[in-house]
């Protein structure tokens, strides 16, 4: 980089800390960047991007609550940064932010290639003004959501794309690749310490991630917590055996007993 290149400023957000500190380092590495926070959600970012007015969001697409599209999708046009996706997806997701995007850095994170990214975001801040940036990733997102642009655009306008609406697959993240589990396809959820055990189709998932932050991104209409470490989709539940003390029994489809403590007995009503 040479010393007369402009200094941008930049706002990283992902839910990993080894990774937001890993990207914040290279940045340091490469120069003429200066990061004003780090967000490990997309709700804390939606509010910091308008405080801090970034030059740069480096944002991760997958996080519990608001993921990285949504976020896009809930910013106003005048809070719009330049938008650098950051994205441990396999290629055939990749080339929808290839073509549409301002750029992409796939994880694990090389320096060279985060240099290339900033190259082309100091190329598009010399010739794009924000609203023609704000078309391109609608156009990205619309590639991924399968809805046209103009979609998206009238529901910003209604205020739909409020991150209010629950993703039909959960990101899974184990040994650097992501595993989509289809939201329907789940039985139930329990937890184990910092993890939550995810059980769909005879297999179990395992995700680092507090109970609060995944029944955050499951619809409570399909999906009920029924004791402090289990939830459950309700369309599972094929039998409720009473048990001593008002507790209940749930017996699932595949013949799995789940507990049903006193203290969630309301959530019974959601049965009947």
Not at 136 to 141: K, T
Not at 162 to 167: D, I, L, Q, V
Request: glycine content about 6%; some cysteine; overall charge negative.
């Amino acid at each position: 980089m040479t010393g007369t290149a402009e200094k941008l400023t930049a706002i990283i957000v992902d839910d990993e800390p080894l990774a937001r500190r890993g990207l914040r380092l290279r940045l340091e590495n490469l120069g003429g960047v200066e990061v004003l926070a780090e967000c490990s959600n997309g709700r804390e970012a939606s509010e910091r991007i308008p405080e801090l007015k970034p030059d740069i969001a480096f944002v991760d697409i997958q996080m519990p609550g608001i993921n990285g599209l949504q976020l896009v999708q809930t910013l106003a046009k005048e809070e719009l940064p330049q938008v650098v996706f950051v994205t441990a997806y396999d290629e055939y997701a990749v080339d929808a932010f290839e073509v549409n995007a301002v750029d992409y850095v796939l994880k694990p994170i090389e320096e060279d290639r985060l240099q290339r990214a900033m190259d082309r975001v100091r190329e598009k801040r010399a010739t794009e003004d924000l609203a023609a940036q704000r078309e391109q990733l609608l156009e990205a997102v619309a590639d991924l959501t399968q809805e046209s642009p103009e979609a998206l655009e009238e529901k910003l306008a209604s205020g739909e794309l409020s991150g209010a609406r629950y993703p039909d697959k959960i990101a899974i993240k184990d040994a650097g690749k992501i595993t989509l589990v289809p939201a329907k396809e789940i039985d139930w959820i329990d937890a184990a310490g910092d993890y939550m055990c995810v059980h769909a189709k005879g297999e179990t998932h395992v995700m680092r991630i507090t109970m609060k932050e995944l029944e955050q991104q499951l619809d409570p209409r399909v999906f009920q917590r029924i004791h402090r470490s289990t939830i459950v989709n309700l369309g599972r539940v094929s039998e409720i055996c009473a048990h001593i003390n008002g507790e209940y029994y749930l017996v699932l489809q595949n013949g799995e007993r789940l507990k049903m403590s006193r203290s969630y007995k309301n959530k019974v009503q959601h049965f009947l």
